[in-house]
């Protein structure tokens, strides 16, 4: 439990009688979170308190006692601000009340002023051979997203028969434009290693975002289906990622799949967080830090728990199940995707490509979800 968290609990019980309430939310008393941090009469080293969802005198302490629950009740380990964003209970108005300075409900609201322009982007860095999930990737923000043009941005052409398959379709390779680039070995003061591509590719999307805006997509994931109207009223969109691997953190960020407005706040201030860089550490620039980011400012950043399901060892981890953290949790043992055509916007393969994808042959013979996939982008595209 955080130094806050205990001093929460401790004004609520300690100083019970200082704070009274007015259906379930405390009224008469400066919840600042400075006030709270300043005060010495708060200090505490235990907490009683035991889970986030209720506020309310609990079964054998004295008539009218408050208690605010926060942990050891089976809800959660420790409470974090994720918990409190949408949470519609006392509790979460009055937490949100002391760390954002607003009972309302902390999320990004759509602008339809300007929307999230039409164009895509893809990075690829050190150059080799198109392979056959790139080619189609490439095929499914043209066809399915149904994107104005595609920009590849990156040091050195693809290479290949598949590359030379789009170079060939004049309807197809008009609409798609090689921005040469070289990657970024220093951000700020801080060096990127030559081998760190993933980490070159963070500082190169959050640059396109901030000049031009628009739909990201790694070289390895596929559009199922295209956005809304309403979706691309967001300033910045990405996904949790699936994998447990953010700790302290309850989660993180992924951008493999990542849209948003032109200079929009959000990727100013993911920007300048890069000012530290985290070499030592992998994916703490590009995949934790935004999550640090994402708690301290959640208006700004919308999460899609229905943008794309990270498919690892041909097993695909959608994230608005509830125990998608669950490496045994995915879409083969609990059927988690029921139709990918509507519950999803894409599928990302991490590692490693699925064998149905080895070339187009291939394809053709195979059954199942990712031949079926593979299948209607090309069919999209009028290639078969």
Not at 224 to 246: C, I, M, N, Q
Not at 288 to 295: G, N, S, V
């Amino acid at each position: 439990m955080t130094i806050l968290e205990q001093k929460l609990c401790a004004l609520l019980t300690t100083n019970a009688h200082l704070v009274p309430f007015l259906s379930g939310f405390a009224r008469n008393y400066s919840f600042s979170v400075p006030t709270i941090m300043a005060t010495k009469t708060l200090q505490t080293t235990k907490s009683m308190c035991s889970s986030v969802s209720v506020l309310h005198s609990e079964p054998g302490l004295p008539r009218n006692t408050p208690c605010v629950l926060v942990t050891g009740a089976k809800i959660f380990d420790f409470l974090n601000p994720m918990h409190i964003w949408e949470l519609s209970t006392p509790f979460g108005r009055l937490a949100r009340k002391l760390y954002y300075g607003t009972e309302d409900i902390v999320k990004p609201k759509p602008s339809y002023d300007t929307l999230v322009p039409n164009i895509g982007h893809m990075i690829w860095i050190g150059g080799g051979r198109m392979d056959f999930l790139f080619y189609l990737a490439l095929l499914s923000k043209l066809f399915i997203l149904k994107v104005d043009v595609v920009y590849l941005h990156g040091d050195m052409e693809p290479k290949g028969e598949y590359w030379q398959k789009l170079k060939q379709n004049k309807r197809i390779f008009d609409r798609i434009k090689f921005i040469t680039r070289p990657p970024p070995y220093r951000i700020y003061q801080g060096e990127v290693e030559w081998y760190y591509r993933s980490l070159m590719s963070d500082l190169i999307r959050v640059d396109i975002m901030i000049k031009y805006g628009g739909i990201y997509t790694d070289t390895d994931a596929i559009w199922t289906k295209p956005l809304t109207h309403e979706d691309r009223g967001y300033d910045a969109v990405a996904s949790f990622d699936w994998v447990d691997w953010s700790y302290p953190f309850p989660d993180s960020v992924n951008f493999g799949l990542s849209y948003g407005k032109r200079n929009a706040p959000f990727w100013r201030i993911f920007r300048d967080s890069m000012r530290k860089l985290h070499n030592d550490v992998h994916g703490f620039t590009g995949v934790m830090m935004p999550y640090k980011l994402l708690e301290k400012y959640p208006h700004l950043i919308r999460i899609d728990k229905h943008l794309m399901a990270i498919c690892y060892q041909q097993k695909c981890h959608p994230t608005y199940e509830a125990d998608y953290h669950n490496e045994s949790h995915n879409h083969v043992t609990v059927n988690s995707i029921r139709d990918w055509r509507v519950d999803l916007h894409a599928l990302h393969w991490t590692h490693p490509n699925p064998p149905e994808y080895a070339n187009e042959t291939t394809l053709m013979a195979a059954t199942g979800m990712f031949a079926d996939v593979g299948r209607f982008v090309l069919r999209a595209a009028g290639l078969i």
